[in-house]
């Protein structure tokens, strides 16, 4: 998930350039709306630097369903019009992340089948993903402020968490490969708690054009992640889902809805090894 988008205005690029509280603001928003985003914006960006600095060792399991639909799935037409390929897959997962990140999988099961098979590769078919943990230093970074708008959308409560919805958009969106979306924050710590990212800030997003293409369609991705389980103040994923329809205009009005793939990642049985430099084995 790549993190930076190329300036090409100067105007633009003036502004991008500037820390996100500096930016210009909607005249609409109030002073205490302002002064809420500022202070959310800080303490997710200061959350985001401790993910990005901290030793980790941990290990999980990481169960993967993949289903494709070849060509795809049409719910007007009888399933017999179509292919399922639905693939299950069990890693024992493990990130280190100490000079450097090391992410290695090995594959403990394959539609049932007992296999252990060590520096196993990821075997999704459709999309690919990696090091998910780090999803939010993407957009809410210190680093990366400056290249987005963001607003606030609602506050609301997730997991008995008070949270804020934020918005995050490219200050430059054209042929940007920056990740953006919403995020669930927490209020209080500035933890990113969950995410649902637009379409064109999922990886393989080329196959998913020229899909979309050839079938003279449009994409209506889904992309979340969820990240509920906390250790030493930092969140660790716990769910990964892709949903990728994509809809036809029907020559008389309406729409119609066609399903290519499906992809749902759980993540469970934590081992914490090491989280912020305290050694915890269980």
């Not at 603001?25 to 002073?31: E, G, H, I, P, T």
């Not at 901290?54 to 070849?70: D, K, P, Q, W």
């Not at 795809?72 to 399922?84: G, Q, Y």
């Not at 393989?204 to 030493?232: C, P, T």
Request: with cysteine.
């Amino acid at each position: 998930m790549n993190k930076a988008a190329a300036c090409s205005l100067i105007m633009a690029a003036f502004f991008v350039g500037l820390p996100a509280h500096e930016r210009p603001r909607d005249k609409s928003a109030s002073q205490p709306e302002q002064d809420e985003l500022r202070s959310i914006l800080q303490k997710a960006g200061a959350y985001c630097e401790r993910v990005d600095s901290i030793s980790l060792y941990f290990v999980c399991i990481e169960e993967i369903e993949e289903t494709l639909f070849n060509p795809f799935r049409n719910l007007e037409f009888p399933a017999r019009s179509w292919k399922v390929d639905k693939n299950k897959y069990v890693y024992d997962y493990q990130l280190v992340r100490q000079d450097e990140i090391k992410e290695s999988r090995t594959l403990l099961y394959e539609n049932g089948k007992g296999l252990n098979l060590k520096d196993a590769p990821l075997k999704t078919k459709r999309f690919q993903y990696h090091n998910v943990i780090y999803g939010p230093n993407g957009i809410f970074g210190f680093k990366v402020q400056g290249e987005y708008d963001y607003s606030i959308e609602k506050e609301v409560k997730l997991w008995g968490i008070p949270t804020l919805i934020i918005k995050a958009v490219p200050a430059l969106k054209e042929g940007t490969k920056s990740l953006y979306g919403r995020a669930w924050i927490d209020k209080v710590t500035g933890a990113f708690l969950k995410a649902e990212w637009e379409q064109e800030a999922v990886m393989n997003y080329g196959a998913v054009q020229e899909f979309a293409k050839a079938n003279h369609a449009r994409a209506a991705l889904k992309q979340e992640s969820e990240y509920r389980y906390d250790k030493n103040g930092i969140r660790f994923p716990s769910k990964f889902l892709v949903a990728e329809d994509y809809y036809q205009e029907r020559s008389g009005g309406g729409r119609r809805i066609i399903t290519k793939s499906l992809l749902k990642v759980e993540y469970k049985d934590y081992r914490f090894f090491i989280v912020d430099t305290i050694t915890d084995i269980k």
